[in-house]
Protein backbone atom coordinates (compact mmCIF):
# COMPACT_ATOMS: atom_id res chain seq x y z
CA UNK A 1 0.00 0.00 0.00
CA UNK A 2 2.99 2.21 0.49
CA UNK A 3 4.55 1.67 -2.55
CA UNK A 4 1.16 2.35 -4.25
CA UNK A 5 1.14 6.31 -2.41
CA UNK A 6 4.70 6.27 -3.33
CA UNK A 7 4.49 5.47 -6.91
CA UNK A 8 1.15 8.11 -7.56
CA UNK A 9 3.11 10.86 -5.67
CA UNK A 10 6.21 10.30 -8.30
CA UNK A 11 3.89 10.15 -11.19
CA UNK A 12 2.32 13.73 -10.19
CA UNK A 13 5.83 15.27 -9.77
CA UNK A 14 6.44 14.10 -12.73
CA UNK A 15 3.48 15.34 -14.20
CA UNK A 16 3.68 18.66 -12.21
CA UNK A 17 7.45 18.99 -13.90
CA UNK A 18 5.92 18.83 -17.37
CA UNK A 19 3.48 21.12 -16.88
CA UNK A 20 6.18 23.73 -15.07
CA UNK A 21 8.58 23.09 -18.53
CA UNK A 22 6.03 24.06 -21.09
CA UNK A 23 4.36 26.54 -19.17
CA UNK A 24 8.24 28.07 -19.05
CA UNK A 25 9.06 27.19 -23.11
CA UNK A 26 5.47 28.79 -23.67
CA UNK A 27 6.39 32.47 -21.82
CA UNK A 28 9.67 32.17 -23.58
CA UNK A 29 8.26 32.43 -27.01
CA UNK A 30 5.98 35.23 -26.20
CA UNK A 31 8.83 36.80 -24.85
CA UNK A 32 10.10 38.32 -28.62
CA UNK A 33 6.47 39.59 -29.56
CA UNK A 34 5.86 41.34 -26.28
CA UNK A 35 9.41 43.03 -27.19
CA UNK A 36 8.72 44.34 -31.10
CA UNK A 37 5.29 45.60 -29.30
CA UNK A 38 3.16 47.14 -31.61
CA UNK A 39 6.18 47.28 -34.69
CA UNK A 40 5.67 43.84 -35.25
CA UNK A 41 2.24 44.00 -36.48
CA UNK A 42 2.35 47.53 -38.22
CA UNK A 43 1.15 47.22 -41.76
CA UNK A 44 3.29 48.87 -44.21
CA UNK A 45 2.83 53.03 -44.86
CA UNK A 46 2.72 54.42 -48.18
CA UNK A 47 3.42 57.63 -48.65
CA UNK A 48 3.38 60.27 -51.88
CA UNK A 49 6.86 60.47 -53.84
CA UNK A 50 7.88 64.24 -53.44
CA UNK A 51 7.01 66.67 -56.63
CA UNK A 52 9.14 68.24 -58.60
CA UNK A 53 9.50 72.23 -57.83
CA UNK A 54 9.41 73.20 -61.62
CA UNK A 55 9.64 71.01 -65.01
CA UNK A 56 10.17 71.86 -68.80
CA UNK A 57 8.94 70.23 -71.58
CA UNK A 58 11.43 69.94 -74.72
CA UNK A 59 12.21 73.60 -73.49
CA UNK A 60 9.09 74.57 -72.62
CA UNK A 61 8.32 75.08 -69.49
CA UNK A 62 5.69 73.14 -67.38
CA UNK A 63 3.02 75.88 -64.98
CA UNK A 64 3.91 73.46 -61.63
CA UNK A 65 2.63 76.76 -60.15
CA UNK A 66 -1.01 76.38 -61.17
CA UNK A 67 -2.96 74.55 -58.43
CA UNK A 68 -4.66 72.05 -61.48
CA UNK A 69 -1.50 71.37 -63.35
CA UNK A 70 0.24 70.49 -59.91
CA UNK A 71 -2.80 67.83 -58.87
CA UNK A 72 -2.77 66.23 -62.67
CA UNK A 73 1.01 65.60 -62.53
CA UNK A 74 0.34 64.32 -59.02
CA UNK A 75 -2.25 61.89 -59.98
CA UNK A 76 -0.23 60.39 -62.09
CA UNK A 77 2.57 60.22 -60.09
CA UNK A 78 1.54 58.56 -57.89
CA UNK A 79 -0.50 56.04 -60.18
CA UNK A 80 2.89 54.89 -61.55
CA UNK A 81 5.41 55.19 -58.00
CA UNK A 82 3.20 52.33 -57.04
CA UNK A 83 4.49 49.95 -59.87
CA UNK A 84 8.21 49.38 -59.35
CA UNK A 85 8.39 46.85 -61.22
CA UNK A 86 7.37 48.43 -64.48
CA UNK A 87 9.47 51.06 -64.12
CA UNK A 88 12.59 49.02 -63.22
CA UNK A 89 11.54 46.96 -66.15
CA UNK A 90 11.37 50.34 -67.77
CA UNK A 91 15.00 51.57 -66.66
CA UNK A 92 16.74 48.39 -68.05
CA UNK A 93 14.76 48.71 -71.54
CA UNK A 94 16.14 52.24 -72.04
CA UNK A 95 19.69 51.08 -71.78
CA UNK A 96 19.34 49.54 -74.55
CA UNK A 97 16.66 51.48 -76.61
CA UNK A 98 17.26 55.11 -75.65
CA UNK A 99 20.40 55.63 -77.61
CA UNK A 100 19.20 54.75 -80.76
CA UNK A 101 15.86 56.89 -80.50
CA UNK A 102 17.79 59.94 -79.26
CA UNK A 103 19.85 59.61 -82.22
CA UNK A 104 17.29 59.62 -84.29
CA UNK A 105 15.55 62.30 -82.57
CA UNK A 106 18.21 64.39 -82.64
CA UNK A 107 19.07 63.93 -86.57
CA UNK A 108 15.05 64.73 -87.65
CA UNK A 109 15.73 67.93 -85.06
CA UNK A 110 13.04 66.84 -82.35
CA UNK A 111 13.67 67.26 -79.24
CA UNK A 112 15.11 64.59 -76.96
CA UNK A 113 12.17 64.78 -74.68
CA UNK A 114 10.18 62.98 -77.28
CA UNK A 115 11.80 59.66 -76.27
CA UNK A 116 9.35 60.12 -72.98
CA UNK A 117 5.96 59.93 -75.18
CA UNK A 118 7.54 56.73 -76.82
CA UNK A 119 7.82 55.18 -73.60
CA UNK A 120 4.47 56.58 -72.32
CA UNK A 121 2.89 54.81 -75.68
CA UNK A 122 4.88 51.62 -75.42
CA UNK A 123 6.78 51.28 -71.98
CA UNK A 124 9.43 50.69 -74.86
CA UNK A 125 7.82 47.23 -75.70
CA UNK A 126 6.56 45.88 -79.57
CA UNK A 127 3.10 46.05 -78.02
CA UNK A 128 -0.64 45.57 -79.85
CA UNK A 129 -3.46 48.35 -78.36
CA UNK A 130 -7.02 47.37 -78.31
CA UNK A 131 -7.13 49.94 -80.82
CA UNK A 132 -4.74 48.03 -83.60
CA UNK A 133 -2.50 50.45 -82.92
CA UNK A 134 1.57 48.68 -83.17
CA UNK A 135 4.96 48.83 -81.59
CA UNK A 136 7.30 51.25 -79.92
CA UNK A 137 5.32 54.65 -81.66
CA UNK A 138 1.86 52.96 -81.96
CA UNK A 139 1.10 53.83 -85.57
CA UNK A 140 -2.27 52.84 -86.72
CA UNK A 141 -2.28 50.50 -89.74
CA UNK A 142 -4.24 53.03 -92.25
CA UNK A 143 -1.90 55.78 -90.58
CA UNK A 144 1.59 54.25 -90.85
CA UNK A 145 2.31 54.26 -94.87
CA UNK A 146 1.48 57.95 -95.00
CA UNK A 147 4.63 58.27 -93.08
CA UNK A 148 6.35 56.03 -95.26
CA UNK A 149 5.55 52.69 -93.01
CA UNK A 150 5.17 49.77 -95.41
CA UNK A 151 2.73 47.69 -93.63
CA UNK A 152 1.68 44.19 -95.12
CA UNK A 153 1.64 40.79 -94.45
CA UNK A 154 5.47 40.53 -95.35
CA UNK A 155 6.97 43.27 -93.57
CA UNK A 156 5.71 46.20 -91.15
CA UNK A 157 7.67 48.31 -90.54
CA UNK A 158 5.74 49.74 -87.38
CA UNK A 159 8.07 47.11 -85.57
CA UNK A 160 10.88 48.61 -86.51
CA UNK A 161 12.37 51.05 -83.92
CA UNK A 162 14.53 52.98 -86.05
CA UNK A 163 12.28 53.61 -89.19
CA UNK A 164 9.36 53.85 -86.88
CA UNK A 165 11.42 56.84 -85.03
CA UNK A 166 11.79 58.33 -88.24
CA UNK A 167 7.90 58.51 -88.79
CA UNK A 168 7.18 59.55 -85.84
CA UNK A 169 9.45 62.27 -86.08
CA UNK A 170 7.81 63.22 -89.47
CA UNK A 171 4.45 63.71 -87.20
CA UNK A 172 5.71 65.67 -84.64
CA UNK A 173 7.65 68.12 -86.98
CA UNK A 174 4.11 68.41 -88.86
CA UNK A 175 2.14 69.25 -85.62
CA UNK A 176 4.72 71.63 -84.40
CA UNK A 177 4.36 73.55 -87.15
CA UNK A 178 1.02 73.65 -87.21
CA UNK A 179 0.31 74.27 -83.22
CA UNK A 180 3.89 76.13 -82.57
CA UNK A 181 4.25 73.75 -79.55
CA UNK A 182 6.31 70.88 -78.70
CA UNK A 183 3.72 70.34 -75.82
CA UNK A 184 0.75 70.16 -77.99
CA UNK A 185 2.40 68.30 -80.57
CA UNK A 186 2.59 65.52 -78.51
CA UNK A 187 -0.53 66.15 -77.07
CA UNK A 188 -2.13 65.86 -80.77
CA UNK A 189 0.18 62.37 -81.02
CA UNK A 190 -2.45 60.94 -78.65
CA UNK A 191 -6.24 62.93 -79.69
CA UNK A 192 -4.52 63.90 -83.32
CA UNK A 193 -3.74 66.99 -85.65
CA UNK A 194 -7.45 67.85 -86.30
CA UNK A 195 -8.80 66.59 -82.52
CA UNK A 196 -6.16 69.57 -80.99
CA UNK A 197 -7.03 71.86 -83.81
CA UNK A 198 -10.51 71.61 -83.44
CA UNK A 199 -10.81 71.93 -79.62
CA UNK A 200 -7.92 74.79 -80.00
CA UNK A 201 -10.36 76.86 -82.17
CA UNK A 202 -13.93 76.31 -80.26
CA UNK A 203 -12.05 77.07 -76.77
CA UNK A 204 -10.09 79.77 -78.49
CA UNK A 205 -7.04 78.71 -76.71
CA UNK A 206 -3.72 77.09 -78.01
CA UNK A 207 -1.61 76.22 -74.86
CA UNK A 208 -2.41 72.57 -74.38
CA UNK A 209 -2.55 73.48 -70.32
CA UNK A 210 -5.28 76.03 -71.06
CA UNK A 211 -7.05 73.25 -73.08
CA UNK A 212 -9.98 70.55 -72.47
CA UNK A 213 -9.21 67.93 -74.21
CA UNK A 214 -10.77 63.97 -74.10
CA UNK A 215 -9.95 62.27 -70.85
CA UNK A 216 -6.89 60.38 -72.38
CA UNK A 217 -4.89 63.80 -73.56
CA UNK A 218 -5.94 65.55 -70.62
CA UNK A 219 -3.71 62.84 -69.15
CA UNK A 220 -1.26 62.40 -71.34
CA UNK A 221 1.05 65.06 -71.08
CA UNK A 222 1.32 64.98 -67.34
CA UNK A 223 2.21 60.49 -68.03
CA UNK A 224 4.81 61.50 -70.28
CA UNK A 225 6.16 64.33 -67.75
CA UNK A 226 5.74 61.38 -64.92
CA UNK A 227 8.67 59.12 -67.04
CA UNK A 228 10.80 61.96 -67.40
CA UNK A 229 11.02 62.52 -64.25
CA UNK A 230 11.24 58.82 -62.50
CA UNK A 231 13.51 58.29 -65.47
CA UNK A 232 15.60 60.85 -65.09
CA UNK A 233 15.78 61.38 -61.22
CA UNK A 234 15.88 57.16 -60.77
CA UNK A 235 18.03 56.73 -58.04
CA UNK A 236 16.25 59.79 -56.27
CA UNK A 237 13.16 58.22 -56.22
CA UNK A 238 14.56 54.66 -55.02
CA UNK A 239 14.76 53.05 -58.63
CA UNK A 240 17.94 51.61 -58.71
CA UNK A 241 18.89 49.49 -61.02
CA UNK A 242 22.70 48.56 -60.18
CA UNK A 243 25.56 48.86 -62.69
CA UNK A 244 26.10 46.75 -65.85
CA UNK A 245 22.03 45.24 -65.20
CA UNK A 246 20.63 47.13 -67.90
CA UNK A 247 19.63 45.58 -71.01
CA UNK A 248 22.84 45.87 -73.60
CA UNK A 249 22.82 47.10 -77.43
CA UNK A 250 24.18 43.98 -78.74
CA UNK A 251 26.58 44.31 -81.74
CA UNK A 252 25.08 43.78 -85.60
CA UNK A 253 26.08 43.15 -89.03
CA UNK A 254 23.91 44.79 -91.75
CA UNK A 255 22.66 43.01 -94.85
CA UNK A 256 21.52 44.59 -97.61
CA UNK A 257 18.63 42.61 -99.69
CA UNK A 258 17.20 43.71 -102.88
CA UNK A 259 16.12 40.23 -104.49
CA UNK A 260 14.02 38.75 -101.86
CA UNK A 261 14.22 35.68 -100.02
CA UNK A 262 12.03 32.30 -100.90
CA UNK A 263 12.54 30.79 -97.46
CA UNK A 264 13.51 33.20 -94.28
CA UNK A 265 14.62 30.13 -92.08
CA UNK A 266 16.49 28.30 -94.57
CA UNK A 267 18.22 31.61 -95.06
CA UNK A 268 18.85 32.39 -91.14
CA UNK A 269 20.35 28.75 -91.09
CA UNK A 270 22.88 29.71 -93.41
CA UNK A 271 23.75 32.73 -91.73
CA UNK A 272 24.89 30.77 -88.39
CA UNK A 273 21.28 31.45 -86.80
CA UNK A 274 18.14 30.15 -86.23
CA UNK A 275 15.03 31.94 -87.50
CA UNK A 276 14.28 33.02 -84.13
CA UNK A 277 17.11 35.02 -83.75
CA UNK A 278 16.37 36.36 -87.42
CA UNK A 279 12.84 37.19 -85.97
CA UNK A 280 13.82 38.56 -82.81
CA UNK A 281 16.63 40.73 -84.60
CA UNK A 282 14.28 42.07 -87.41
CA UNK A 283 10.43 42.20 -85.59
CA UNK A 284 9.46 43.99 -88.80
CA UNK A 285 9.60 40.69 -90.64
CA UNK A 286 5.95 39.00 -90.28
CA UNK A 287 6.25 36.29 -92.65
CA UNK A 288 8.29 32.82 -93.27
CA UNK A 289 9.47 34.99 -97.17
CA UNK A 290 10.51 38.32 -97.92
CA UNK A 291 9.26 38.66 -101.44
CA UNK A 292 11.50 41.49 -103.96
CA UNK A 293 9.80 44.73 -103.88
CA UNK A 294 10.69 47.04 -107.18
CA UNK A 295 13.17 49.94 -106.05
CA UNK A 296 12.84 48.67 -102.37
CA UNK A 297 16.22 47.44 -100.50
CA UNK A 298 15.18 45.58 -97.45
CA UNK A 299 18.63 45.89 -94.53
CA UNK A 300 18.65 42.78 -92.91
CA UNK A 301 19.96 43.09 -89.13
CA UNK A 302 21.98 40.12 -87.96
CA UNK A 303 24.22 39.35 -84.28
CA UNK A 304 27.55 40.24 -85.44
CA UNK A 305 28.65 37.18 -83.35
CA UNK A 306 26.88 34.22 -84.88
CA UNK A 307 26.64 32.35 -81.68
CA UNK A 308 24.36 35.34 -80.55
CA UNK A 309 21.11 34.28 -78.38
CA UNK A 310 19.73 37.04 -77.44
CA UNK A 311 18.74 39.91 -79.55
CA UNK A 312 18.56 44.06 -79.54
CA UNK A 313 16.18 44.09 -82.09
CA UNK A 314 16.44 47.82 -84.09
Given at each position: ??Q ?47 L ?58 V ?41 N ?32 A???Y??G ?42 A ?58 K ?20
Open positions: MKSIVLVLFVCLVAIACLLAAFKEQKQQEQPLAAAGPAATTKPVFQPPPPDSMKFAGESVPLYRRDIREQLDREVLYNYYQPNNILYIIKLTNRYFPLIEQRLKANGPADMKYLCVAESNLQQLISKAGAVGFWQFMSDTAPGYGLEVAYVDERYHVERSTDAACAYLKRAYDMFGSWTAAASNCMAGYHNQAQFQRKMNYYDLNLPEETNRYIFRILTFKYFLSQAALGFVVPEGEGYPVLPIRRMEIQDGISNLADFALQQGITYKTLRQYNPWIRGRSLPARGKTYVIHLPADADATTAAPR
